[in-house]
Structure formats: structure tokens, C-alpha cells
């Protein structure tokens, strides 16, 4: 055999001229059963401070593997050498190219590890820049801007020696009292499969693999509880659930899906040959790895009580398509082995995997010849003293806190304005709640502040974060500003918090407006308001500060309710009294001076809701898009109704919509319609329109939503100006799952609405599909072509 140190000869699969299945066909040909298995295993590591090897990281699920044992066989990956404790940039680089040289030398193919790190909102390192959370990037309704974010991301991972990401989330909110629901995109599979590709094009495009999760079904919990069982039929998961993975698998070619923790029907996602297999990658063409989440397959038989032992939750997880298990080394280690050498697993489940992992690492190059350890961060550096290397790592550079302003600014929704915002420079505003004066109050929970650094309080955030009393400060410089805490996120009726809510009172008098910081603390299992394992019972805020608002409200001051949250929250007599009310989803490092920005009116807001936010706290699960039966009427007691609907969000600029011209309000149901609206700032200051696109289909073969969205455009504007909105709606996007599974689209009438938001039809188009119901696959159409064209701006008055 040739062996990788022997310069006189390239074995094959070194040979960049055969392809990356070739490549790893004759590799795995030359492979002992070990040295296989080692490839579909990852290792839980943390990066040393010092520039030294990784340490293999403790932690209370698994004791850590002995690296000495393991290393000689391979590895397959190291898990979050970045992301499992406080380094500088450079000296984890340092650390992580070290590991690889070991990695490398240690086995005798020469084969590194793929190191993967979380990156659901930036960069989960120390000092990297905090992103605003996904459900902002719903509220931005911009592809484009979350592109460009996650290529930033993606540049970031690559230049330290990253290879895989762990995201985009693209679970469809159908409880917003389940914990996650900031990691979420939205409760519209149309906006988050769009929203999600975009991020993995972006990731893609720097090199990166993007992971897909949580497949499938993870965000429909009962009762909104993290990983409870799934009730859902099949045309649920069909219509509202699979869509966004169908979208990004097909457009956005991503390199790895993450199976979801949760069991359907009784059958869990990791072992679910249907899913994973014959829908993912037989039907759908899907070509790269299915990653366990972490810990994920042991959990079939500790968990889900469907395998008697880890050899047998190994062998289901296999046999059902899962190829690598994360975080580490434990059923696809000695258990699988075992179980192979026994005779209870064919040899060739382990070589299917194998294939797929060894593919994706010639992909990634590092089955090269030529393959260097060393990442582009630290190509110029003189490793020899890697003292000198402190600092010199910037993974918070202009260009990204540039990147996260924008996309905090876009994401911000205001809800409610009486016309006092923006606020013409009060003389004293009283600020007032527990996010008032708190840095960390808009990061979620797998930021590196929150996720990582709360374990060590003594090591500095790393990353600049304005507290909203210093951005509001900043921004009303000419304003007295007098801050109160009030209570506490999620304090209990105390005499201390009683104390608090009447001195928010007395401040909120003297003052000339009150400004509220109220909202959520990310953390992790119970250890926050919001983030995962932090499930709500309700939708009601959290502690007191509900509460606290209406003691705020009482005092007659004119009150401008704002929220840094990770999920939205019913907000009581505030929906009708408060003055206004802004909504903010954890915007990120630049989310404070976003907010103060529309506060004061530098920024005119555009974000619209991509989650409703309830007028009652107890009537979850509950979203727009529910079909008739699910909306308010005389056959229950209870009213879903929103306070503010999906889609909805102010601005400081009018539009007026005009139109429609149909050219085609009838075709085939393998056609098109079109027709075209003309739309017009008509207010005093540039501004962005969001026009929403929804489809009512009132009578079909199965029961379907009231409505659902098909379509959208952010449309900015002049003041004065306009433009003429063209649409193509292919009769794909009418198309459903009918009564035998099959999805369909149906002869018969339906209802365009151009719209504001989903509560909000601007435009209605009665239009009519003709000819037989045809049948249609995974190559469907999935959106509308929407053209905009610049008219004459409108003569000033």
C-alpha cells in the first residue's frame, strides 16, 4: 500500500483528476472496519488558549475519548474548537492547525479532521461578530442582505480553519411558546425557505458547508415543548413543513442536513429510513451528509425507547441515512464496530456513510497532496511565536458591523405610532425595564456572550455592545435621560419588585415620555426566557413586566413600548394604549443603536412581522396560517385573532396602491397568470414597502389555510417616487397535497391579494384555473417572477 509520507507516489485518492467519489471509493477500499468508523465520528474539543493541541472538552452527557487510543485509526471531525470556550481568534487557529498536523500524522492515510462550529447568528467564537438572530432576518424579508451576511460568515469560518457551519434553522414556527422560536425564520414556509437558501448560498459560497436543520418537524412540539412528540399528519408535513428543505436542497445546494431531535407519529426523525433516504435523497437528489444532532442517536434508545442500546440506536441511525455522529466518538464508535463484526450490520451501511464523508472531504480539499494545515488567517504569521499572534485576528471587522446594522435596522418593526414617533427630541424620557441598561439583552442564545461566555464571567465580552440607555443616550443627546430597571426579566412578586414598579411610576411621571425596554433573556435550559429548553407556558411577558407596563400606562405619560425578545408576546391594553410600540427579535451587536435610530427617526422602520403577535396570552398553538375553522368565530369561546398580524409593520412614509391591470386572470392549470399594480411613496421621506403576496383558494379538495404567502418584494422608495410592480404567478405556487398524497393543482376559482400584510389586502384579483387537475413533483415552480419599473417621480406640491 502507498503510504502518504512516500513522495515518489500519489495513491488515488490524492489525485485531483479523478472524481470526489472515486477518490473516496479507493480509499475506502484500502480501509480496515476502524479505520472506517473513525471517519463517521466527531470529537468534542476546545481550542487552547495558548496556541497548544485541543483538549478533548468535558461535558456531562459522554466522558471524553482518550485521543491517544483514537487518533491512530482517524477522525472524522472536531466539534467546535471556537465555540466551546473563550480564545483569541489567532491562537485558536493556532490551536486547531496543531490538532490537524496530529490528526494527519497520526493516522496513515494522512487524512484531517472537518472541523464544524455553530454560526446560527455570526460566528459562534469569542470576539466574532453577533448577527441579528433569524427570526430578525424574517423580519427583514431581504434574501439578498442574508446572502450577503452569511458569505461574511462563511469567510470568517474558512479564514480560522472552519469547514462546516451549523445552520441555517428551518423549522416553521407552529407554537411560539416553544423555546427555539428565535432561531426560527418565521411561521411561513414560503418566507422561510427563502429566507434559509439565501443563507446557505451565502455559507456555500465562501467554501463553507451548510448544515440544514432541524429535518423535520422539530418547531410542532406539543405544546410548544422542546423535543415532545410531533403530532402531525402527512399533508401537514407535506405542505407546511418539508417546503422550506425542498427550497433550500434545490436551490441553495447545501452539503449536510441535521436530523431533528423529535419523533413523528412515533417514529423519530434520525431514524427515519423515509425521510432521510427516499424522500431526501431519492426523490429530492439531495448528495451530501446527514449529521446527527448532537447526541442525537443515543437518544433513540435513552430517549424515544426505540433501540435496546446504543449498537442498535447505531445501527437504525445508519440504516435510516444518519452517516456522522456529533458532538462525539460514542454509538458510532465501539458499538457500531461491534455490531459489525457480530454480523448485525452489513459492512456496506458503513461504506455508504463513508463514501458520502470522504467525498465531502476531497471536496474540501483535504485529501490533497498539497493540503497545508495552515488557514488563510494565518498564511503571513511566524507560527513559532504565537505570542506575538494575539490580537491579530479580526473577526469583528468594519465591513461586518456594517453588515449587522443594516440587517438589525431592517429588522426592526414598529407595530404601533399614534404619531408621536419619531420623538421630536423630549426633554426627559424616563427608560424604563429590565433590557433597559443590559448589553447582552439582544443576543440569543447561540451567540458566544450568551452561549459560551456566562460561563466565564470573568473573560470580557469580547464584542462592543451598547446597552440601549448608551445608544438612546447617544442618539437624544440633548434629552435628560433617567433609566429604571423596574423589575426583573423574569422576577416574582416580591417586595423588591413591587418596590421597582412604583419608583418606573414616579419616573415615568416626571418625564415627558416613557420609553419601555421589556423583552427576554436568551439562555439555555431554563436558564432564560427565551433559547432552547426555554419553553413558555404562555405568551404572556415574562416575570412582572406586564405589570410594569400597566403601571406605566396608568400614569398618563405618553408610552412607547419597545422589545428585545426571542419570541412575540401578547402585550395587553399596550396593543390600543401605548403610544407606540416597537418590536426588535435579539437584533445583534448593532440592535441598540437600531432601535434608538427609529426611535428618533434617523431610521425609517421596514421590518414587518414574520411571526404574529398574539392579543391574548393563551391561545397558542396559533398561526396565520390556519385554515377557516382555526379563525374566530361563534363555534368557540376562544379568539386567535392577532393583535398584529404576520406581515404587518409601520413605517414613517405612506405608499398608495393603484391598479390592477390583469393581462391573464384565467389560464390552464399548467399556466401562468399576469398582471401588474403600480405602487407610490406618497409621504416626505424615502422609505421601504413591503408587498406581500397571498393566495386564497376557496374551495378545494382538501381543507387549506384562509391564505397563504407566495410571494414578496422590499421595494424602496423616494419620497415622489413610483413604479410599476409586474407579476408572473405560475399555477405551480396554487398547488397542494391532495387526498391521496400526491401533490396537486386543481381546476377552479382562486383570489390573488397584494397586500401589506397578511391582515392587510391593498389589491384583490379574482383569477381561474382551467383544464384537468395535474399532478406535480420536487421540479414545481416555487415562486412568482415579480419585476419592478421605475415611473416618474410625482410633481412636488
Wanted: proline residues 8%; contains cysteine; charged residues 20%.
Amino acid at each position: 500500500m502507498n503510504d502518504h509520507r512516500n513522495p515518489e507516489s500519489v495513491p488515488p485518492w490524492r489525485d485531483t483528476a479523478l472524481t470526489p467519489e472515486a477518490r473516496a471509493d479507493a480509499l475506502i477500499a484500502a480501509m480496515t472496519l476502524r479505520e472506517k468508523t473513525a471517519q463517521l465520528v466527531g470529537v468534542w474539543v476546545g481550542a487552547n488558549p495558548d496556541g497548544d493541541e485541543v483538549a478533548p472538552h468535558q461535558h456531562e452527557m459522554e466522558p471524553p475519548p482518550d485521543l491517544d487510543t483514537l487518533l491512530p485509526y482517524g477522525l472524522g471531525q472536531l466539534t467546535r474548537p471556537f465555540g466551546t470556550a473563550p480564545v483569541d481568534p489567532a491562537l485558536g487557529a493556532l490551536s486547531l492547525l496543531r490538532t490537524q498536523q496530529r490528526i494527519a500524522a497520526a493516522n496513515r492515510f494522512g487524512i484531517p479532521a472537518l472541523a464544524h462550529e455553530e454560526c446560527l447568528a455570526g460566528f459562534a467564537a469569542w470576539g466574532a461578530t453577533a448577527y441579528p438572530v433569524p427570526l430578525s432576518w424574517g423580519a427583514a424579508f431581504n434574501p439578498e442582505l442574508v446572502r450577503t451576511m452569511a458569505a461574511a460568515i462563511g469567510r470568517d469560518l474558512r479564514s480560522v480553519g472552519v469547514h462546516q457551519g451549523l445552520a441555517p434553522v428551518l423549522d416553521v414556527v407552529r407554537d411560539a411558546r416553544w423555546g427555539r422560536v428565535e432561531e426560527t425564520i418565521g411561521e411561513d414556509p414560503y418566507l422561510v425557505g427563502t429566507i434559509a437558501t439565501a443563507y446557505v448560498q451565502g455559507l456555500e459560497s465562501a467554501g463553507v458547508v451548510a448544515t440544514l436543520k432541524h429535518f423535520a418537524g422539530y418547531s410542532a412540539s406539543r405544546a410548544g415543548r422542546n423535543l415532545a412528540p410531533v403530532s402531525m399528519g402527512p399533508r401537514e408535513r407535506a405542505d407546511v413543513i418539508l417546503p422550506p428543505f425542498e427550497m433550500a436542497v434545490r436551490e441553495g445546494r447545501p452539503r449536510s442536513v441535521m436530523p431533528a431531535y423529535t419523533d413523528t407519529d412515533g417514529l423519530p426523525s434520525a431514524a427515519d429510513q423515509a425521510l432521510l433516504t427516499r424522500l431526501l435523497r431519492d426523490t429530492w437528489g439531495f448528495t451530501g451528509t446527514v449529521v446527527a444532532d448532537y447526541f442525537g442517536i443515543a437518544f433513540l434508545a435513552s430517549l424515544h425507547g426505540v433501540a435496546d442500546g446504543r449498537s442498535e440506536a447505531a445501527a437504525l441511525a445508519l440504516a435510516g441515512g444518519v452517516d456522522v455522529e456529533l458532538p462525539t466518538v460514542d454509538t458510532f464508535g465501539p458499538p457500531l464496530f461491534d455490531a459489525v463484526v457480530a454480523g448485525d450490520v452489513p459492512e456496506r451501511l458503513i461504506d455508504r456513510a463513508l463514501r458520502r464523508v470522504l467525498a465531502q472531504k476531497a471536496e474540501l480539499g483535504l485529501l490533497d497532496a498539497d493540503w497545508s494545515p495552515v488557514p488563510a488567517a494565518l498564511a503571513e504569521a511566524d507560527l513559532g511565536e504565537p505570542g506575538s499572534l494575539r490580537g491579530s485576528v479580526d473577526l469583528d471587522r468594519p465591513a461586518n458591523r456594517a453588515l449587522a446594522a443594516e440587517l438589525a435596522e431592517q429588522a426592526v418593526v414598529l407595530l404601533r405610532n399614534d404619531g408621536l414617533l419619531p420623538l421630536r427630541a423630549p426633554a426627559r424620557i424616563a427608560l424604563i425595564g429590565p433590557n433597559a441598561d443590559e448589553p447582552t439583552a439582544v443576543l440569543g442564545c447561540y451567540s458566544f456572550p450568551v452561549h459560551v461566555g456566562r460561563q466565564h464571567p470573568e473573560t470580557p465580552l469580547g464584542i462592543e455592545l451598547p446597552t440601549l440607555y448608551e445608544a438612546l443616550a447617544t442618539e437624544f443627546a440633548g434629552s435628560k435621560l433617567h433609566t429604571v430597571r423596574g423589575v426583573t426579566v423574569d422576577g416574582e412578586e416580591s417586595d423588591e419588585e413591587a418596590a421597582g414598579i412604583a419608583e418606573a411610576v414616579r419616573a415615568a411621571r416626571e418625564a415627558d415620555v416613557a420609553v419601555l425596554a421589556l423583552g427576554d433573556r436568551a439562555g439555555l435550559f431554563g436558564r432564560g426566557t427565551s433559547g432552547e429548553g426555554c419553553d413558555a407556558a404562555s405568551l404572556e411577558l415574562p416575570g412582572r413586566q406586564r405589570q410594569l407596563l400597566e403601571a406605566v400606562l396608568d400614569t398618563g405619560t405618553p408610552v412607547v413600548v419597545t422589545l428585545l425578545a426571542g419570541r412575540p408576546y401578547a402585550l395587553g391594553r399596550a396593543a390600543t394604549e401605548a403610544a407606540g410600540i416597537v418590536q426588535c427579535f435579539f437584533p445583534g451587536e448593532a440592535g441598540t443603536r437600531a432601535l434608538a435610530g427609529v426611535l428618533g427617526g434617523r431610521v425609517n422602520p421596514s421590518g414587518r412581522l414574520p411571526v404574529s403577535v398574539p392579543a391574548h396570552p393563551g391561545v397558542q398553538p396559533s398561526t396565520y396560517l390556519a385554515a377557516r375553522l382555526a379563525q374566530a368565530g361563534g363555534v368557540s369561546s376562544t379568539d386567535p385573532t392577532p393583535a398584529f398580524a404576520f406581515g404587518h409593520g409601520l413605517g414613517y412614509s405612506e405608499f398608495s396602491w393603484s391598479g390592477p391591470e390583469v393581462e391573464t386572470a384565467e389560464t390552464g392549470t399548467d399556466g401562468a397568470f399576469r398582471l401588474a399594480f403600480e405602487l407610490r411613496n406618497a409621504g416626505f421621506r424615502a422609505g421601504t414597502e413591503v408587498v406581500q403576496l397571498y393566495l386564497h383558494d376557496p374551495v378545494a379538495g382538501v381543507v387549506q389555510p384562509v391564505q397563504r404567502l407566495i410571494g414578496y418584494r422590499r421595494i424602496p422608495l423616494d419620497a415622489g417616487a413610483g413604479c410599476r410592480v409586474e407579476l408572473t404567478i405560475p399555477a405551480d405556487l396554487a398547488s397542494f397535497t391532495g387526498r391521496d398524497g400526491e401533490r396537486i393543482v386543481e381546476p377552479g376559482a382562486l383570489e390573488l391579494r397584494i397586500s401589506a400584510s397578511s391582515a392587510d389586502p391593498r389589491l384583490t384579483v379574482p383569477l381561474r384555473l382551467t383544464g384537468p387537475t395535474r399532478e406535480l413533483d420536487h421540479t414545481r415552480r416555487l415562486h412568482p417572477a415579480i419585476t419592478v419599473h421605475e415611473l416618474p417621480p410625482t410633481p412636488a406640491p
